[in-house]
Structure formats: C-alpha cells, structure tokens
C-alpha cells in the first residue's frame, strides 16, 4: 500500500495471484471430491410414509429402493457388490429397483451381475421397472438379467401382494422416453379402495398417474441432477426428470405420493457434487 492509500503493483500482482491460486486448488480439490468420494457416499435415507387405505397387515412394512445403477459407466461389478452389502442389513419386506441397470453396453460380466442381485431378499418379492438407458442396452436382455436374479420386471402390469389374508398392488410401467408405457394396462380397471404402489422410471409422469387410483409412485431417472446446485440441478436434470427432481412430493387434490430416488451411478458426467447417490428405505404406516 502506498502513501496515498493505494495498493502497489506488486502488492496486487500478489495478492491476485493468491486468489487465482485458491481458485484452482478449489477446483482440483471439488474435482476430486465429486470424482472420487462422493460418487460412492451413499445416502441410506428413512422415509415414513403415511396412508389411510394401507391394509393392516401392511403397516409398518419396509420398502427398499434403489435405482439408476448405470453399470458400464465408470462403475463396475465390483461397485455393485458393495452398494448390494449396504442393502441387505436393511431388513427389507419387499425391494423395488426402478430401472437403468445398465448405462450403454451390458458388458462381458453379466452373470456376475444377476448372481450379485440374486444374494438380495424379501419375503414380499423383488420388483423392477426398465429405464431408458435399458433400452440403449437391451431390454430384453437386460430384463432377463433381472428375472435371473429373481426380480419380477413389471411392463404395464400389476401384481397382487398378500400378507396376512389382505392385499396390495405393485404395478409397473415401460419406460416413458424409449418404451411403450400404457397406464390403462398397467392400472385401469382396479379398485379404486385397493392400495396401489407403481414403480415408473421417469418421475414427471406422474402428472398422468394422478388421474389413477395410485396412492404411491416410485421413480428415478434424474440422478436429482448430479450437480445440487441452483438452478444447476433442474437444468441437468433429463428430459422427464426436470419436474419432479428429488424427494417426496404430494399433489393438492390427489392421494397421490411422489418419491424420486437420487440413484446409486451417474452418466455421461461421472460426477456428483452435493447429490450424493442414494438408498431409500421407506417404512409404510397405515392412519387410522
């Protein structure tokens, strides 16, 4: 600083260069957290939800989601076993996985994979829905790798889930962006008083599902936008991801029950940052 009170040139030559310096420490050490750590942060989260038409003999049940697995892309078999060993101590009844097992390409591994998923249980069952980056890979295949681990692939039908001489529905949908998802198959023509969960990769339809009797959507698809950021979030979410980005939502006139899981893997960008990959573990209570 000079006698007039203004900084010298060399005073401001270094202090510029600190901050340009910080600056790139700052984003060699975001690059590497976003790359290498939080990638494989998982976030077990705990969900209550609450239903006045739940059967009794449901309540209390838990509901294990995961979804958007994305294999092929910057994440492996390996990768896989290890989310699989942070879902079995979940005490899962019943598990829903919500479509994109595969990123592209299914890979040279793929026994592998079914016999990974084959180690989960659940005494209600295993149920999946297919996504659009299933279709880039091959749904057929990629649905008999599901049904070899014993996941029942739900495309535009139902399923009726007994406990304790009362019933629930699980339907499932094809995928909206490459399928040919039909919600008149999958759901017309039940009970409107029958509780209903419907697993539907995509999230934004569930502007359609509100005209059905479903009282709970499970989704993925928008990685809740791999970048947290925002406005980021929404803008990199994909296309029938942008509305419903994360979370629980609820719709005003509606029963409808909205959860959009943040996924297990990423694609194209194999970061995260402030969207760490998640597990939800939903437990369902019945009101009186």
């Known amino acids: 600083m000079n006698n007039n009170g203004r900084m010298s040139r060399r005073a401001f030559l ?3 260069g600190l901050a340009i310096g910080g ?7 975001t690059s590497v957290h976003s790359f290498f750590i939080e990638r494989f942060w998982y976030d077990i989260r705990q969900v209550k939800l609450e239903f006045p038409n739940l059967p009794a003999a449901f309540s209390g049940m838990r509901i294990v989601q995961f979804s958007d697995i994305h294999l092929d892309h910057y994440f492996d078999n390996d990768r896989l076993a290890a989310v699989i060993e942070r879902l079995k101590p979940l005490g899962a009844d019943l598990i829903c996985f919500t479509g994109d097992l595969f990123d592209v390409n299914i890979g040279s591994d793929s026994e592998r994979t079914a016999s990974l998923l084959a180690t989960l249980e659940a005494p209600l069952g295993k149920w999946a ?10 749904p057929s295949p990629v649905t008999r790798i599901l049904e070899k681990a014993a996941f029942r692939v739900l495309n535009n039908t139902s399923q009726a889930i007994r406990r304790g001489g009362e019933t629930i529905r699980i339907a499932g949908i094809d995928d909206w962006l490459k399928g040919t998802p039909n919600l008149d198959l999958a759901i017309g023509g039940q009970p409107s008083s029958e ?10 339809i569930a502007d359609l599902t509100q005209r059905y009797p479903v009282d709970l959507q499970f989704s993925g698809h928008s990685h809740g936008g791999q970048i947290s950021l925002p406005v980021i979030a929404s803008l990199a979410a994909p296309p029938k991801g942008k509305k419903y980005v994360a979370g629980l939502y609820e719709f005003p006139g509606s029963s409808l029950k909205l959860y959009t899981n943040r996924g297990i893997g990423t694609t194209i960008i194999p970061i995260r940052l402030f969207c760490r990959p ?11």
């Open 129 to 138: 829905c297919l996504g659009n980056h299933d279709y880039w890979a091959g």
């Open 195 to 204: 509780f209903t969960l419907l697993l539907a990769h995509e999230p934004d």
């Open 278 to 288: 998640e597990i939800t573990v939903f437990t369902l209570i019945r009101t009186a």
């Open 23 to 29: 600056l790139i420490l700052a984003g060699i050490g």
């Open 14 to 16: 270094k202090q510029s």
